[in-house]
């Protein structure tokens, strides 16, 4: 039972394009949201997180975006780096839950 | 991922023995949180503990697999027997105050059972 949906597993992106991950979810309970950037052979890395109380969060190049009604969730990468490749999890929380729940990720190439 | 501290980052079982993982939260960190990454899976919680406690464990199988959080040293995850199953990567995070908090994760260890 997957609650957290990541359906492309990769994306290819132009140098200073914008890159735009998607994420949905099934979980209702779900309040609170998460996007970790990921290398091979290493841990996650925190991005940026969204209230379920806002639909926007922006952090400067990275902006998340919640559309509750829809149960999705994207993540805008803008202007697109090759820095910035590398696999993108999406993680969301019920309120006051203890544990996160991933989806399987989409591996981002920026090409020069 | 700075702060966070696995150890040991690759290890390989044979089926039967006993793997045991560490993990040593950021500084100031009290909270712990275990997960587990299977090939072509995301990552699943399988713990959560505070020092000396295990606070939620929903995710551990029920068989062969404990968790610890003593009061003076590192966070141990302890899988008894391995088996081919238990191949995966397992990533421990910590967070200052508790599961409201951003969870910060470490590097990894990666067991690998033969």
């Known amino acids: 039972d997957q609650q957290v949906k990541q359906n492309s597993p990769s994306l290819s992106v132009q140098e200073g394009r914008i890159s735009i991950l998607n994420c949905d979810y099934t979980?209702?309970?779900?309040?609170?949201f998460l996007w970790y950037k990921k290398y091979p052979a290493e841990g996650p890395t925190f991005l940026i997180s969204?209230?379920?109380?806002?639909d926007k969060n922006e952090d400067g190049r990275f902006t998340v975006f919640l559309n509750k009604s829809a149960k999705h969730l994207s993540l805008h990468i803008v202007p697109s780096q090759p820095g910035d490749s590398a696999v993108y999890i999406c993680?969301?929380?019920?309120?006051?839950?203890?544990?996160?729940?991933f989806g399987t990720g989409t591996q981002l190439k920026v090409e020069l | 991922n700075a702060g966070v501290m696995q150890n040991p980052r690759h290890l390989v079982r044979r089926r039967g023995q006993e793997a045991r993982l560490r993990c040593s939260p950021m500084?100031?960190?009290?909270?712990v949180y275990w997960y587990r990454q299977l090939p072509e899976e995301g990552l699943k919680f399988m713990v959560y503990?505070?020092?000396?406690?295990?606070?939620?464990e929903s995710g551990m199988p029920k068989e062969r697999f404990s968790a610890e959080f003593p009061k003076e040293g590192p966070s141990i995850l302890r899988i008894q027997q391995v088996v081919r199953g238990d191949s995966a990567a397992y990533f421990c995070a910590s967070s200052p105050r508790g599961p409201s908090d951003t969870i910060y994760f470490g590097e990894g260890s990666w067991l690998t059972v033969v």
């Open positions: 979980n209702s309970m779900f309040d609170y």
């Open positions: 969204i209230s379920s109380i806002k």
């Open positions: 500084k100031g960190h009290s909270h």
């Open positions: 993680a969301a929380k019920a309120g006051g839950g203890n544990k996160l729940t």
């Open positions: 503990l505070q020092k000396e406690n295990i606070i939620d």
